[in-house]
């Protein structure tokens, strides 16, 4: 989004040009500063481009803040817009997928909760089923639900990188995880913690991140044997 805003970013007045006073403008200091690193061209010999923006003070115009390009002596007006787009936090940036499984290859998963398991699997025919603790058919829409729940998971928070105990987290033995299987790979295993108000701790257990997620996220994940099973009444 960011690269997407910078490249549509057009000027709605070219407020001077040549050597001016950049801190009448707010642009020294700039208000933000962006530095773009290209990719060569086929040209031998040559340097690749670095282009850059600086952003400033609200321009007159209202909705606007003056800009200006590091490479060039012109100063411009541009939809403030920009600037919500630009003011990112290394948060903001982080990819926050709490874990990285294949969803579409998965063939099989376990849910471990108060002692109990329930484990679906996909039959020869591609079908899911319930296979423990009974043998039921499973509804497709909600292993979906499930899949797709865990598969799109996002922090809220970054707890910690490299904790020394899992414990304050209720991580260490975890009362509730879930585990996916695919064919000729390591189970992805997702391990559920304590709450925070209306967040909760996970962590995937091959990985060092503790993570906050919303509560209500993991909600498919709860449906129990009454939620997973098949739910049509009438097999034609």
């Not at 200006?68 to 541009?78: E, F, G, P, T």
């Not at 874990?99 to 002692?115: N, V």
Request: charged fraction near 25%.
């Amino acid at each position: 989004s960011i690269l997407s805003a910078l490249n549509a970013l057009t000027v709605t007045t070219f407020e001077a040009d040549g050597q001016v006073d950049l801190a009448q403008y707010g642009l020294e200091p700039a208000r933000i500063r962006v530095s773009l690193q290209l990719a060569g061209d086929n040209r031998e010999g040559e340097a690749p481009a670095e282009p850059g923006l600086l952003i400033g003070a609200e321009a007159k115009a209202t909705g606007q803040v003056y800009a200006k390009r590091i490479d060039l002596n012109s100063i411009y007006s541009v939809d403030k817009a920009i600037v919500a787009q630009l003011n990112k936090t290394v948060f903001d940036l982080r990819d926050k997928r709490v874990m990285d499984f294949q969803r579409t290859e998965t063939s099989r998963f376990e849910i471990q909760a108060g002692g109990r398991k329930i484990v679906c699997e996909k039959n020869i025919d591609g079908q899911w089923e319930i296979k423990e603790p009974v043998r039921l058919k499973a509804d497709p829409a909600a292993v979906d639900d499930l899949l797709f729940s865990v598969d799109s998971l996002k922090a809220v928070e970054f707890v910690s990188e490299h904790s020394k105990s899992l414990q304050p987290y209720g991580l260490d033995a975890p009362s509730f995880q879930v585990s996916f299987m695919r064919p000729a790979s390591e189970p992805a295993v997702l391990l559920v913690g304590n709450t925070k108000g209306d967040n909760v701790y996970v962590k995937a257990k091959n990985a060092e991140t503790v993570f906050l997620v919303k509560k209500e996220s993991l909600n498919p994940l709860r449906v129990g044997v009454d939620g997973l099973r098949d739910k049509q009444v009438l097999d034609f």
